[in-house]
């Protein structure tokens, strides 16, 4: 099975600021590598696909880079909507799809 | 308007079964394979199981193999989530999520639309 790891696992982080996300897999996925964004008592949104494409309707200031095992996510201004928990999820095992721990995102 | 709305969940004493529900509308539910994703109170998400568009295939988590089964009615466009044996460790919201397979051409299988959730606690 793929293991995905993330880190940090929480950051606090100031509006303006840029914010990187790393996420690590266990063995090579490729660019088969997604990020969504989840806020308090709501279901998560896509935020990134394919590594490095942003989903419609996404702002620009998220951006996502890596292949193979290392990605990351950035955030170029954090925003005050930008506070959230961001997990990774790799989909190149299409028989068992697997997510990051997350990476909770605050106000410092 | 693309949605999906899950219902079914609830209190239920471990052992015991329920079977959870999504709605789909605003898509063409039988051209999408589904899937059901769940978070633990105030744990990370995790993937639980996947049906193909056309129901041929299946696949789960090792937690819920052999517990919980992932069925489809594209006549109805509802997808289920029949859970069998249910532990207390199986308390979490559960969502069902839609699969796009390409974006623009390239291979994605990424979960682009998501329901609302629906709570199942399993206790006693």
């Known amino acids: 099975d793929i293991q995905m790891t993330q880190s940090p696992s929480s950051l606090s982080a100031s509006v303006g600021d840029r914010v990187t996300i790393t996420c690590r897999a266990s063995?090579?996925?490729?660019?088969?590598l997604n990020w969504y964004q989840q806020k308090p008592g709501k279901a998560p949104k896509l935020l990134i696909y394919?590594?490095?494409s942003l989903q419609s309707g996404v702002p620009s200031r998220f951006s996502g880079s890596g292949s193979g095992t290392d990605f990351t996510l950035t955030i170029s201004s954090l925003q005050p909507e930008d506070f959230a928990t961001y997990y990774c999820?790799?989909?190149?095992?299409?028989?068992?799809?697997?997510f990051g721990p997350g990476t909770k995102v605050d106000i410092k | 308007q693309v949605q999906l709305v899950e219902s079914g969940g609830g209190v239920v004493q471990p052992g015991r079964s329920l079977r959870l529900s999504c709605a789909a509308s605003?898509?063409?539910?039988?051209?999408?394979?589904m899937h059901w994703v769940r978070q633990a109170p105030g744990k990370g998400l995790e993937w639980v199981a996947v049906?193909?568009?056309?129901?041929?295939?299946?696949y789960y988590a090792d937690s819920v193999k052999g517990r919980f089964t992932i069925s489809r009615d594209n006549s109805k466009n509802t997808l289920y989530l029949q859970m069998n044996s249910l532990r207390a460790e199986d308390t979490a919201v559960y969502y069902c999520?839609?699969?796009?397979?390409?974006?623009?051409?390239?291979?994605?299988?990424?979960?682009?639309?998501w329901g609302q959730g629906t709570m199942v606690t399993v206790s006693s």
């Open positions: 999520a839609r699969e796009v397979i390409t974006i623009f051409g390239v291979a994605v299988h990424a979960f682009d639309i």
């Open positions: 605003g898509f063409t539910f039988s051209s999408y394979g």
């Open positions: 049906i193909w568009y056309d129901g041929s295939n299946k």
């Open positions: 063995q090579s996925i490729s660019s088969y």
């Open positions: 394919a590594a490095s």
């Open positions: 999820q790799q989909s190149y095992s299409t028989r068992l799809f697997t």
